[in-house]
């Protein structure tokens, strides 16, 4: 017998699946709303403590970490985790703009480990850089971060309340994965806009929700089952806010998502072919 043959390699990543009693425990919706402003921005770094980095490089940087997270597959939750991390870490110490990439690298390794089955290798990241850091600096800046961070990674992003939003509103089954897909892909692209990193997640999740649902089903269907009063009630953000955060989002939308005879078709893709640098970081030694 060939014992080689019992190597699992190929087989799909199992996932955890929903713990439905954690979904409809109210005690648990409320910590999440209570502990949320703890992993807030107060106030734009850009303006108080960064002195060569601009809003315009931490949107380029979180563009390649998103690519980098969609090419390698990764789980919803890493993307929105790692810049959590960077902007609360912009926010304490200021670094050189040749630093950036390097600095989300190192978030995207931290929040790969918490959330991942399989976590994305410090050889492969070094790689996605084009090489322009190396594993040693990689490492350094590891610790750096769990510094910084004093080690507290479990942030709360808006992904912690797309599942308890969802099941306490008027969708069956299907419908709510439909809206659960969409509302991801909104969270995804707010969290490489540095203008939403100083809301509550629990907005961006609610915001998220409305505009998929919205968009899915109609307007009409929206007002008719009274969901921006069930998300009121439901995480207590008041109705103009919840309003204002859904044009940004939808706003947003139509300023990052290409038309789609501009996307590149998945089989024209390259297995190996990682995303490139930054343009504006391209002739930077890291």
Known sequence: MDYGLLCSEGEEIRRAVADPVLLHDD????????????????????????TELKPYMRKM?????????EEQKCEEEVLPLALNYLDRILSVINIKKSQLQLLASACMFLSSKLKETIPLTAEKLVIYTD??????????WELLCLYVLKWDLSAITPNDFLDHLLNRLPLDS?????????????????????????????????ASIAAAIKGVFSPMWYMQNGIADLIQRITGIEADCL???????????????PPPQAQTPPSKCPPMEQPSTPTDMIDIHF
């Open 174 to 206: 299907h419908r709510r994965q439909v809206i659960r897909r969409h509302a991801q892909t909104f969270i995804a692209i707010c969290s490489t806009d540095v203008a939403f990193s100083m809301h509550p997640p629990s907005m961006i999740a609610s």
């Open 243 to 257: 309003h204002s955060c859904q044009e940004q989002i939808e706003q947003a939308l139509s300023t990052n998502l």
């Open 61 to 69: 940087v979180a563009t390649w970490m998103l690519e980098v997270c």
């Open 27 to 50: 005690q648990v919706l409320q910590k999440l709303l209570e502990v949320e402003d703890k992993y807030v921005n107060a106030s734009s770094y850009f303006k108080f403590v960064q």
């Open 131 to 140: 090489s322009s850091i190396t594993l040693e600096e990689l490492m350094e």
